[in-house]
């Protein structure tokens, strides 16, 4: 049983053909002077190989099926400074490749490789450093093939074919995908227990990272949004420096990374634990909207079939709320519905918390297939306005699942954190 990985190398080689494709790992990024930020392989070398060290490059050749990566020799000394490396031998064998070297070897063995190859594919255009090596390489070949078998006169991205591959999740992605969902989740328990008056919402991000890193999940998938009060109404808040007050509400926005893997859940809540009238009422909207998207979520059914329903939703409670008159066509035909709701109805999620894939295609929507996540994220944000009910003056909510389309319809793998509304009170009223 080849690994998930190999299965993945497998199936990029035979849509390769003939075709030589080099992918490197990310670059590692210093901070200042020689402290680095956390490391983070590239997702599409990560997807391919489960190889997370840094300066690392995997080769598929299409013409012989080998899998051959290049990676950092063993190094006793700065294995005391820097931990564990794998060097190539032991690399090959953990890993399932076909051949390794040090990656001191790149440039000499690509000459080699690439000698009387055709077509090369790489990432073009994603690292202009590498991309500048890859220069160089057609160049000496270029000098080089009066002589000796011609360069290669072809090239391609190799990135459009593993979008479209990472489109689809395998079995061993759902697994890490739910792992994920539930760690995110636990932090999102934790920080709804933890929640009340008087905190900072620095102390609630520290109750979500506590619950992610105790769990195994090092890191979160984007940076945390715990935006209190009007803090809420700034989509990308992530300051997490207020003061949580009573009357007020909480936003979360927050999930893990556990192998690479992203989760994405928002909840709003009160921050005293119990819902006000309008707070209820703004909430009971976002909530409904929410569970119109995601039954319109299923096999066969085109994209923007979820968003449309969440949309015709929300714009309903927008008229009832009194923040908008005329009819449900009419709000949405003028877009006078994106002051309140400026943001798309959610987005695929695998190893990138936006994760890649079209979701058009010749300008047309696709069908969601089994195998694909997305997030389902419908919200309201109201900002003070003429016109807008002051009650309802800086409350904003967003609700945000993760979503595996089955062969059935859809299944929503972060239920482990409540968000209807006698649930969230009876969870932040327990002692
Ligand atoms: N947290 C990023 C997003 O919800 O898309
Ligand atoms: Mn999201
Ligand atoms: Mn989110």
Known sequence: MPTPHAARRARLLSALG????????????????????????????????????????????????????????????????????????????????????????LDARMLELLSG????????????KFDARVNGWLDSLRQRAYHRAPAPSCYGDVHALLDEMRL?????????????????????????????????EYQIEAEILHAFVSRGARQPSYESIVAGGANACTLHYCANNGLLRDGEMLLIDAGCELEGYAGDITRSFPINGRFSGPQ???????????????????P?????????????????????????????DGVIESGAYRQFYMHGIGHLIGLDV???????????????????????????????????????????????????ITEQGCEVYTGGVPKQIDQIEALMNEN
């Open 18 to 105: 003939d075709a030589v494709a080099v992918l490197p790992t990310a670059p590692e990024a210093v901070r200042n002077a020689d402290n680095f930020y956390p490391y983070r392989p590239d997702s599409h070398f990560l997807y391919l190989t489960g190889f997370a060290e840094p300066e690392a490059v995997l080769v598929l050749d299409g013409r012989s099926g080998k899998s051959i990566l290049f990676c950092r020799d063993k190094n006793p000394d700065m294995e005391i400074w820097e931990g564990f490396r794998h060097g190539p031998q032991a690399a090959a064998e953990a890993f399932g490749f076909d051949e390794a070297y040090p990656i001191a070897e």
């Open 117 to 128: 190859c055709g077509r090369l594919c790489w990432s073009l255009g994603r690292d202009a």
């Open 168 to 200: 689809i999740k395998d079995d061993s992605e759902i697994a890490l995908l739910r792992r994920a969902g539930e760690i995110s989740a636990a932090g999102h328990v934790q920080a709804m227990r933890a929640t009340r008056p008087g905190l900072h």
């Open 280 to 298: 209820r009422d703004v909430y009971e909207v976002v909530l409904a909207a929410q569970a119109a998207a995601i039954a319109a979520l299923g």
């Open 300 to 328: 066969k059914v085109p994209w923007n079939a979820s968003g449309d329903a969440a949309l015709a939703v929300l714009a309903q409670g927008m008229l009832d709320l009194g923040l908008l008159r005329g009819s449900v």
């Open 354 to 404: 936006h994760d890649v894939g079209a979701r058009k295609r010749n300008g047309l929507w696709r069908a969601y297939q089994p195998g694909m996540c997305v997030t389902v994220e419908p919200g309201l944000y109201i900002r003070p306005a003429d016109g807008v009910p002051a009650a309802l003056h800086n409350i904003g909510v967003r609700i945000e699942d993760d979503v595996l």
